[in-house]
């Protein structure tokens, strides 16, 4: 399959994409706002455009990857007419309702629409450990598979544009709780340590694993609505004992902020009644938002 690409954008992100298509061989047209930096793929063989309208029209195939949606619209706004009869695969960082919004956009132009969310820093891209998330058209996404997989893993969620960022924001979440957790976590042993990095691979890595081995038994409890304890962790016993990660971090100089709303969601899921529950008895509470 020697069909070609265009890839707008080439930040960090759409520089490793335009690479990854390159290096496998994709005749590779290439657009940014700041040109300079499309200089190193040209010297490696991708076609530089003159236009986003010139770069649109190159290829049947266009991904698109800047920093937000206002620089999406920024630079394809001029290029619409073009996208006529084209797959237009956004793999920009957004919410739902903007992938929806462009979903719209797109279909307007005459343009298939693929949303993406790229789990993968841009070293790993071309690497199978990469994953990226698709939705929007099925059409477009079996039609170009073979293409897209050259980025990584592909996993097509739903004819809804708004599932793959959906989904990349629900995993960004996870990540930043866990970053959270060891920025906090970090702050705290510091104080008393000359480093942190030994304490992180030989004592918090490891228990991070085993915890993150808990999640989809927590995951089961949200999905059957059955938040009994069987593994003697109630939210009474963890909700009596998360102040003391509050004033531990206080008594040694550290801002426990970003403990608060924890410890109060576990404050508030005893107050309603689930003290003798799990951990996920919390989702519940996360759907049913405080009263202001
Ligand atoms: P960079 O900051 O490296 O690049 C930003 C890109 O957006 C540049 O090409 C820049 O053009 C362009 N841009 C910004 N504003 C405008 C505008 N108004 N008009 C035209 N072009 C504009 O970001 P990344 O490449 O790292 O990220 C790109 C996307 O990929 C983001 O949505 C990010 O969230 C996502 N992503 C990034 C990951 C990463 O680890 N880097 C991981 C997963 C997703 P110019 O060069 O002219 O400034």
Redesign the pocket.
Known sequence: DRSAVTVI????????LANAFLDSGRPTTVW???PE?ADGLVAEGAVRAATATEAVSASPLVVV????Y??VH??LGPAGAALSGRVLVN????TPEQARRTAAWAAERGADYLDG??????PMIGSPESVLLYSGSADAFEAHRRTLEILGTGRHLGADAGLAPLHDLAMLTGAYGMFAGFLQAVAMVGTERAEVAEFTSSLLVPWLNAMTTELPRLAERVDTGDHATDVGSNLAMQAAAFPNLVDAAGAQGVDAGLLAPVRALLDRGVAEGHGAEELSSLVELLRKPAPA
């Open positions: 954008g080439l930040g960090a992100m759409g520089a490793a940014n706002r700041s930096k990857c800047v920093l937000d206002r620089a920024d630079v793999l920009t960082n957004g969310g790229i789990m993968a820093v841009p």
